[in-house]
Structures are given as C-alpha cells and as structure tokens.
C-alpha cells in the first residue's frame, strides 16, 4: 500500500539524497546499473514499499464465472482473451494490491500488470530474445508508474511502456497483447463458461481501495513533471494506442467512434477502481474496447493524461477538432 499523501514529502526528500545506483546496491546486487536508458537517476523515486513489498502474484488459480459470488456488477476486471483459451477474468479488487500477476493462457506466458497511480493495465508476452521472463514488483516509481523488474536479470523495467530502463536488459521491449478492462458484469455476460481468478492468500483489504479519491486529485502522487496540454486535466483517462491518446470524455460523448484505422466502443456501467473506498461503489467511467478494421481487438491502454504526456511528450492528442 501506498500512503497518499503521507509518505510524499519523506518519499521525494529521501529519493533526492537516495538517487544513486550506490545507496541500491545492497538491495539490487545483481542489477546492473552500468546500462541504462534514464537521463537522471532523480527521475526514479520510492514508492514507499521496497523490493517486493508489493508482491506479485505467479500461477493463480481459478474459478468458474458460476461459481464467484464476491464480485459486485461494476467492479472492474482485466480481461485477457487468446483464441484457444477460455476467457479469463483478474479482478482489480486483487491488482490493486499485487500489480503483476505472472500467468500462463493458452500456451502463452504472460505478465497481467496495473499500476494504481496512473490507471494503467497492460497485458505482456513474457516471451523474449533471452527466455521466458517473470516479473516482480520493485517499489520504484518514475514518472508515477511502476517500475516492474524481472526475476532473471533484475533489470528495470517501465510498466507503462514495457520497456527495460536500467540493468543487463536495457532497451529490451515486451511485447503488449490485446486485453482491456471492464466491468464484471459485462465479462460474465459475455463468458458465462469463464475463468474468474480466485482470491490471493494474503491478509489485504481485498474490495477497499487504498487510493482513496485518487482520481479527482489535481496532481498525481510524487509526481513532478510537466501537466498534459489542451486543458486536459493531469488525472483525466486517457485511451492509448501506440502515441495516440483518445480523451475517454469525448469516446463518452459519442458511444462509439472510428477514426484513425480504430473503432472505439463505450458503454457504461464500470466503476472507477480510485474513487470510493469500496471500488465496486466507484464513479462509472465506462467500458471501453478497440478494434481495427478487421474487427479484432486492439492493445491499449486506458490510462491518466499525465501519464501519457510523460512517456509520450510528441504524442498525438486526438481531440477531434
């Protein structure tokens, strides 16, 4: 758990004195902090839990769609969907508190990821030109985004691009598969013969939100850069697509919208999993899906307009003017 606003001010003055390969070491022996894409090392800070003390999950278990009665209609899932494979649902109740969950579908080792801070939930390929790899939380931030690292090699790696910033891996990019988040009630619908995945066996507040009105905050948690252009508001939703951001008000507006080779569809009925303390309870911010000419779905991202603007300074913002 990370504390908002507690731990900012301890956070950012002890990141500064802290921000050297030097003060890691002990931490990170096997990382090596010679190779590396970041410009300054101040770019990187605590999130406030160490290596690990958000712990990612490995081989969850399931159940049957049938068989969850936990779950409210609106709380928000990852849906992970590979020909071959039945239709998978992960709560965000569980991501919320793990981050990464390391899974196996369809034959397909894969790294189900969302980072609370800037709504960001990507599905990797853990496959790469050095082996399959596994992913662990590292309690690092840059930018507000998670910094994942792999078990193999300990390098770091940016969640919000999938790309490997410091260690023996640097420049390494996973490769993103298409998955999407929505409300439970539209996964169970759609795969009444799913897969949901069943509570972790860890004593976390599972249904609570931790971040509390988060997303009607002015400024992100240990957040320094510079806000979004046009207006946007920093923690207004954003949908991605490669350097392309979409603002989730205007997709709102229309219900479905094609431009630029992408169908977008909205519907509402999914909560907000930073509003409320109950997520289930959370503001409905809609369900969003992104398909290509072809009709298949798209890899996006539906995540906060800083965080664009971070990762993708000469992005394109698609505003529809």
Same mark, same amino acid.
């Given at each position: 758990?990370? *504390? +908002?606003?507690?731990?900012?001010?301890?956070?950012?003055?002890?990141?500064?004195?802290?921000?050297?390969?030097?003060?890691?070491?002990?931490?990170?022996?096997?990382?090596?902090?010679?190779?590396?894409?970041?410009?300054?090392? $101040?770019?990187?800070?605590?999130?406030?839990?160490?290596? !690990?003390?958000?712990?990612?999950? !490995?081989?969850?278990? *399931?159940?049957?769609?049938?068989?969850? +009665?936990?779950?409210?209609?609106?709380?928000?899932?990852? %849906?992970?969907?590979?020909?071959?494979?039945?239709?998978?649902?992960?709560?965000?109740?569980?991501?919320?508190?793990?981050?990464?969950?390391?899974?196996? &579908?369809?034959?397909?080792? &894969?790294?189900?990821? *969302?980072?609370? $801070?800037?709504?960001?939930?990507? %599905?990797?390929?853990? #496959?790469?030109?050095?082996?399959?790899?596994?992913?662990?939380?590292s309690g690092k931030?840059?930018?507000?985004?998670?910094?994942?690292?792999?078990?193999?090699? /300990?390098?770091?790696?940016?969640?919000?691009?999938?790309?490997? +910033?410091?260690? !023996?891996?640097?420049?390494?990019?996973?490769?993103?598969?298409?998955?999407?988040?929505?409300?439970?009630?539209?996964?169970?619908? #759609? =795969?009444?013969?799913?897969?949901?995945?069943?509570?972790?066996?860890?004593? #976390?507040?599972?249904?609570?939100?931790?971040?509390?009105?988060?997303?009607?905050?002015?400024?992100?948690?240990?957040?320094?850069?510079?806000i979004p252009p046009?207006? +946007?508001?920093?923690?207004?939703? &954003?949908?991605?697509?490669?350097?392309?951001?979409?603002? $989730?008000? #205007? $997709?709102? /507006?229309?219900?479905?919208?094609?431009?630029?080779?992408? %169908?977008?569809?909205?519907?509402?009925?999914?909560?907000?999993?930073?509003?409320?303390? =109950?997520?289930?309870?959370?503001?409905?911010?809609?369900?969003?899906?992104?398909?290509?000419?072809?009709?298949?779905?798209?890899?996006?991202?539906?995540?906060?307009?800083?965080?664009?603007?971070?990762?993708?300074?000469?992005?394109?913002w698609m505003l529809?003017?």
């Amino acid at each position: 758990m990370r *504390f +908002i606003p507690t731990f900012a001010a301890a956070c950012v003055s002890a990141s500064m004195a802290w921000a050297s390969p030097e003060f890691w070491a002990n931490e990170w022996p096997r990382t090596n902090f010679e190779e590396t894409s970041v410009e300054s090392w $101040l770019e990187i800070i605590s999130g406030g839990p160490p290596k !690990d003390g958000i712990p990612a999950l !490995d081989n969850p278990t *399931f159940k049957s769609v049938a068989e969850e +009665i936990s779950l409210s209609d609106r709380e928000p899932v990852i %849906t992970v969907e590979i020909d071959g494979a039945v239709p998978r649902a992960y709560p965000i109740r569980y991501l919320t508190w793990h981050e990464i969950v390391n899974d196996e &579908v369809g034959g397909i080792p &894969v790294a189900v990821t *969302f980072c609370p $801070l800037c709504n960001s939930g990507i %599905t990797f390929d853990r #496959r790469t030109e050095v082996g399959v790899l596994s992913f662990g939380v590292s309690g690092k931030l840059r930018n507000s985004d998670m910094i994942m690292y792999d078990r193999e090699t /300990e390098s770091w790696w940016q969640q919000a691009v999938g790309q490997a +910033i410091v260690g !023996d891996l640097t420049g390494m990019e996973l490769t993103g598969l298409p998955s999407w988040m929505e409300s439970w009630e539209m996964f169970r619908a #759609r =795969n009444p013969d799913g897969l949901v995945m069943v509570q972790p066996d860890f004593a #976390r507040s599972y249904g609570a939100n931790p971040y509390v009105r988060y997303d009607s905050s002015h400024r992100p948690f240990l957040y320094s850069g510079e806000i979004p252009p046009h207006g +946007i508001p920093a923690l207004a939703r &954003v949908v991605r697509v490669g350097e392309r951001a979409w603002p $989730l008000t #205007r $997709l709102s /507006e229309v219900g479905e919208l094609t431009e630029g080779g992408l %169908t977008f569809s909205w519907a509402a009925g999914q909560a907000s999993a930073l509003d409320t303390r =109950n997520i289930g309870a959370g503001k409905d911010v809609g369900n969003v899906r992104v398909r290509d000419a072809d009709g298949a779905d798209v890899v996006h991202d539906v995540m906060f307009a800083f965080a664009f603007h971070a990762f993708w300074p000469d992005g394109e913002w698609m505003l529809g003017e």
